[in-house]
């Protein structure tokens, strides 16, 4: 199994451009997290996904971000319009019902 | 919501020395509680977790502590080495049909050689 994979692994853009960014969970796994990374907030969870449904999405800072998932193998999370606060590393994460949660390689957001 | 306090947010150490992280939890329905490392530019990855029907669980150096009466956790670590530096990061869970984590602020280990 090639894991959890993320698309791009590097990003950098200038403010006020839309970002789009891509995952495609585990084969067979039901549930898929995407989460924000920095040194000042840590790891923050942004939305998930239960069998392709949104569950939660109190994490998701502002309208500038949305996030959808349209099958069991596909995910993207947009932001738009960008800002430099944004910059961080978002991850995503699929799960099946162990608990456990397998992690992606991760996206390093760069805006400036 | 739940919400999950780790402590200390540094750690250094010698090898060969014990590390031990902490962590409390706010949720007292919470029953799962994973452990994860993530060595610097890398994912975070389990290492260890534990259900709320035990109150150790080990592996080789590695072992987790759970008190659910004071509602804290514990990642005690034995003989370090080098390669044990790295940011650990508890969690807290209810299982159910949705398994949404909430995770610690992390602890920076080093292990000085």
């Known amino acids: 199994d090639a894991g959890v994979i993320q698309s791009p692994r590097h990003e950098v853009t200038e403010m006020g451009q839309e970002v789009t960014l891509r995952c495609k969970p585990i084969?067979?796994?039901?549930?898929l997290f995407w989460y924000r990374q920095t040194m000042m907030r840590g790891l923050e969870l942004l939305i998930y996904?239960?069998?392709?449904?949104?569950?939660?999405d109190s994490g998701m800072p502002e309208d500038r971000f949305s996030a959808k998932m349209p099958n069991a193998s596909f995910s993207t999370l947009k932001i738009q319009p960008s800002e430099p606060r944004d910059s961080a590393v978002y991850f995503c994460?699929?799960?099946?019902?162990?608990?456990?949660?397998?992690f992606g390689p991760g996206t390093r957001l760069t805006v400036l | 919501g739940e919400n999950v306090e780790q402590h200390p947010s540094t750690l250094s150490v010698q090898e060969g020395d014990s590390a031990v992280i902490k962590c409390t939890y706010s949720?007292?329905?919470?029953?799962?509680f994973p452990w994860y490392k993530q060595e610097l530019g890398k994912r975070p990855q389990l290492i260890i977790d534990?259900?709320?029907?035990?109150g150790e669980k080990k592996d080789q150096r590695i072992a987790v502590t759970l008190n659910k009466t004071a509602k804290h956790f514990s990642l005690h670590i034995t003989e370090t080495q080098p390669e044990d530096s790295a940011v650990y990061f508890c969690?807290?869970?209810?299982?159910?049909?949705?398994?949404?984590?909430?995770f610690g602020k992390g602890t920076l280990l080093t292990v000085n050689p």
């Open positions: 949720d007292s329905a919470s029953n799962y």
């Open positions: 534990i259900r709320s029907n035990v």
């Open positions: 084969s067979g796994h039901n549930s």
């Open positions: 994460a699929s799960s099946w019902t162990s608990n456990e949660q397998f």
């Open positions: 969690a807290a869970s209810i299982s159910g049909s949705n398994y949404k984590l909430t």
């Open positions: 996904f239960n069998n392709n449904v949104p569950i939660d």
